[in-house]
């Protein structure tokens, strides 16, 4: 049983003992039911104290089991607080640590709370695309009232314990010791007569309910159009204000069964698992000792190198920064302090921080400053002759068990492992631009990488705060090989009758940050130029438009040029369609004999998401990737896929890939249809009724 019982002088003691967050999984509700009557049968207890063994008085629902003949098999969760709140004895719950979701509804319906300065309380269901669905909305507005209840369900955000004191929902907050404090409160109640109190008894007192309410519905109307929760967090609160606590109940319940199905839910709940299980690398064991980081080293002062070490004196982690010129090096921390100096402007950062932020860079011209760097991340012109010149030169000077990490989107790392004497200890460190801002980081995996050094970078990633995802040795790792497709598919519509403000607002509807070409015109067409150069020599084979070679051929380079696949005003970054822009792709369908054609907005979506899903099957078949869900999380926090579709795998789950294989051979068959080579794992889940991320 995930539960523990004892007794301690007339008090039971119920103990949630559910490793890792005491999640309320069908065996630790068993475990509290039979807890409180057990304690209603001993005449010697005269109260109970309910607490959390571990890390968390407990993190809510067990979300593993959504979806499960567990999750809705007796007890409910809803059923054990009715039990707890039934209980003839008083129930003292004594929180510490995480107090989340189902952990805080349990505590909602004991009589007495007494906690621990420091924990999280919080309901998070919104997070996931559901809402407290165990009477949260209806108690904690009558423990806490009505508005900080409704920006705490609405929100999801956690608020520390000592916030709440003085609320009804803490009876007291113990500094000492948590346990013996919940013991002397519950002799203390236990000697009382009853009834206890009850939560779910309390009024909502508001001045204006309804004015708030309607208040809260306009803030989030905005921010959550692609998402349902959060409306129903609002109606579900409601309902409890107008028709009482049992009425608020029952629609609470609806509100949560009706969500809990839906795909936003399906798509939140699979990232906040695939964040969680990136960091897991299958055949590097969980207790794989990683090595010390005490001094990280970047190369290069340029945007990228800049970047990368803010993320790592933003966690404290001194940063010694190299470059070959003073004026580089010069600029590179100017542009530094001038970052911060905006976050300061922000007012989310405090002037003595940035000054011990700078403080923690120490420039430098020499390679021999770099001897006692534990880990040293290379950011330096993407060109395998000068990453050369760098690891030969690290090789001699890194001390013995330093981390070299190359910073490269497009070299094979193995090549550059190749030029030192120390491949193990090579690794690649892909950051995305601004390197300080976006939450992706591909760890690249060479043949020799050791396995340790994978573990370093793992848990130095999430010290960074950075969404880690392991990826092998190919060309564009991930995500810019999937990219790749993805832009060949928009090139080849372009060609066969559709225009980029066309294809973006398809794209962007479908819930993308930014449609090709307007990201193809911000990042500088010149870019995928050149790759597209190198691939024509590499890979002849591989059928291209050559449209956007024709525009980059009149110098168009995107907004640093003043135009691109649109037009720009200056100093305006609004991307405007360009009539000669679309004349020079009508003139290029006519030179290459491609009939135009009217394409849906649908066509466009599929062509463009399912190249994503096809190439990530063929990514997880090669082993690039270890599980699809390390794709998705690539493509949600590097690429603006929209989380509530939950990244390319799982949408095209959710479309289903019977349905996807039928689309893609429907565009085999059409004009530049060779681009379409089926995945055959993709075709072999179809056959099974599968999908990628069962
Ligand atoms: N269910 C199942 N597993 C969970 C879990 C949960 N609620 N919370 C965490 N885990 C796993 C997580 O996957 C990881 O597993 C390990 O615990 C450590 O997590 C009816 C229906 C509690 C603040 O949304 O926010 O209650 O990777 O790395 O950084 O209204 O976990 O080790 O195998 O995050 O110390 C509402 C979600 C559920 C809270 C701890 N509750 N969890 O953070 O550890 S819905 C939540 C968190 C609900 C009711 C509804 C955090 C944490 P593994 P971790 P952490």
Not at 91 to 113: D, F, K, P, Q
Request: charge should be neutral; proline fraction near 5%.
């Amino acid at each position: 049983m995930a539960v523990d019982y004892t007794t301690r002088d007339g008090v039971a003691v119920i103990t949630l003992n559910n490793p890792p967050v005491n999640g309320l999984g069908l065996s630790t509700r068993a475990g509290i039911v039979e807890g409180i009557e057990r304690a209603q049968n001993d005449a010697s207890v005269t109260a109970i104290v309910l607490t959390g063994a571990g890390k968390a008085f407990s993190g809510g629902a067990d979300i593993t089991e959504f979806n499960t003949p567990k999750a809705t098999q007796e007890p409910t969760l809803a059923t054990a607080i009715q039990v707890v709140e039934g209980s003839t004895k008083p129930v003292v719950a004594a929180i510490h640590s995480v107090a989340m979701g189902g952990g805080l509804e349990l505590a909602l319906g004991t009589h007495y709370r007494v906690a621990a300065p420091g924990a999280q309380i919080a309901l998070p269901e919104v997070k996931l695309g559901i809402l407290p669905g165990a009477g949260g909305t209806q108690r904690l507005p009558r423990a806490i009232g009505l508005e900080a209840a409704l920006n705490m369900i609405v929100s999801g955000a956690p608020v520390m314990s000592e916030k709440l004191a003085g609320t009804g929902l803490f009876d007291e907050i113990v500094e000492g010791d948590l346990l013996e404090a919940a013991l002397a409160f519950a002799r203390k109640v236990g000697a009382q007569a009853g009834p206890h109190p009850r939560v779910r008894d309390r009024k909502i007192e508001h001045p204006n309910a309804e004015g708030f309410i309607q208040f809260v519905r306009n803030g989030v109307a905005g921010v959550a159009k692609n998402f349902p929760a959060p409306h129903k967090c609002i109606d579900a609160v409601e309902a409890g204000v107008k028709n009482g606590f049992d009425k608020g109940l029952a629609f609470e319940r609806e509100c949560f069964m009706s969500l809990v199905q839906t795909p936003e839910s399906r798509a939140l709940r699979h990232a906040f698992f695939g964040e969680r299980a990136a960091s897991k690398i299958p055949d590097v064991p969980s207790d794989t000792p990683a090595r010390e980081i005490r001094q990280v080293a970047v190369i290069g002062a340029g945007t990228m190198g800049g970047g990368i070490a803010m993320n790592f004196v933003n966690a404290g982690v001194p940063v010694t920064l190299l470059e070959t010129k003073q004026e580089a090096l010069d600029r590179g921390v100017a542009t530094i302090r001038k970052n911060y100096e905006g976050t300061v402007k922000k007012g989310k950062l405090t002037p003595e921080a940035l000054e011990q932020r700078i403080a923690l860079i120490t420039p430098t011209l020499s390679y021999e400053d770099l001897g006692n760097a534990d880990l040293i991340i290379e950011a330096v012109f993407e060109e395998l002759g000068v990453k050369e010149q760098v690891f030969k030169r690290l090789d001699e000077v890194a001390k013995k068990g330093a981390i070299l990490a190359s910073n490269t989107s497009t070299l094979d790392l193995d090549r550059i492992a190749a030029f030192t004497k120390r491949p193990q200890d090579v690794v690649g460190m892909h950051f995305f631009s601004p390197a300080n801002v976006m939450k992706l980081l591909e760890v690249v995996r060479g043949k020799e990488t050791s396995k340790d050094v994978l573990a370093t970078v793992m848990k130095i990633a999430k010290k960074i705060k950075k969404t880690a995802v392991v990826s092998g040795v190919c060309d564009g790792f991930i995500g810019n090989r999937m990219i790749e497709q993805y832009i060949r598919q928009a090139l080849f519509m372009l060609e066969e009758g559709a225009l980029p403000a066309q294809v973006d607002r398809a794209i962007e509807k479908f819930g993308f940050a930014m449609g090709p070409f307007r990201m193809s015109d911000l990042a500088g067409n010149d870019i995928g130029w050149a790759i597209r150069k190198r691939r024509y020599q590499e890979h002849p084979e591989m059928h291209y438009s050559k449209i956007a070679d024709r525009l980059c051929e009149t110098g168009r380079f995107g907004q640093k040029t003043g135009g691109g696949w649109y037009d720009y005003k200056a100093g305006d970054r609004t991307a405007h369609p360009s009539k000669l822009v679309e004349e020079m792709i009508v003139a290029f369908s006519k030179d290459v004999g491609a009939e135009r054609r009217k394409i849906s907005d649908e066509e466009i979506v599929e062509r463009l998401v399912f190249a994503l899903a096809n190439e990530g099957a063929k990514i997880l078949e090669e082993g690039i990737a270890s599980k699809a869900s390390d794709i998705d999380m690539v493509y949600l926090t590097g690429y603006g896929f929209p989380l509530w579709r939950g990244g390319p795998m799982l949408y095209a789950d959710t479309v289903g890939l019977y349905n996807v294989e039928r689309a893609i051979r429907r565009y085999a068959s059409r004009p530049n249809g060779d681009a379409w080579q089926i995945a055959p794992n993709l075709v072999e889940l179809a056959a099974k009724g599968r999908g990628f991320n069962d």
